[in-house]
């Protein structure tokens, strides 16, 4: 089993930052993609960003050139610095961690989820 276990979220003005953590713990070997989606109220949750073991990055096109995201391997942790904050960002911010067995066959690991809210 793998536990996942995010921090970081908060209340910040538009403009503002802010960095989530996700660790994970258990069994994490071979879990190759990180990363984070959101889920604002009334919508459906959606991919902010991943991560890959190699570094690759992919972001959703309303958060590229504002967001990062990274990934301790040794650690097991994924970040995300938020920064430029809108008021849109304003969702339930969850971490992901994939375990591809095969090309199409994966096991999807959440976090509880960590609020997010950004004032105008």
């Known amino acids: 089993q793998v536990q996942v276990v995010e921090s970081g979220g908060g209340l910040v003005q538009a403009g503002g930052s802010l960095r989530l953590s996700c660790a994970a713990s258990g069994s994490t070997f071979s879990i190759d993609v990180m990363g984070w989606y959101r889920q604002a109220p009334g919508k459906q949750r959606e991919l902010v960003a991943t991560i890959n073991t190699s570094g690759e990055t992919n972001y959703a096109g309303s958060v590229k050139g504002r967001f990062t995201i990274s990934r301790d391997n040794a650690k097991s942790t994924v970040y995300l610095q938020m920064n430029s904050l809108k008021p849109e960002d304003t969702a339930v911010y969850y971490c992901?961690?994939?375990?591809?067995?095969?090309?199409?066959?994966?096991?999807?690991?959440w976090g509880q989820g960590t609020q997010v809210t950004v004032s105008s």
């Open positions: 992901n961690l994939r375990r591809h067995y095969t090309q199409n066959a994966y096991s999807d690991y």
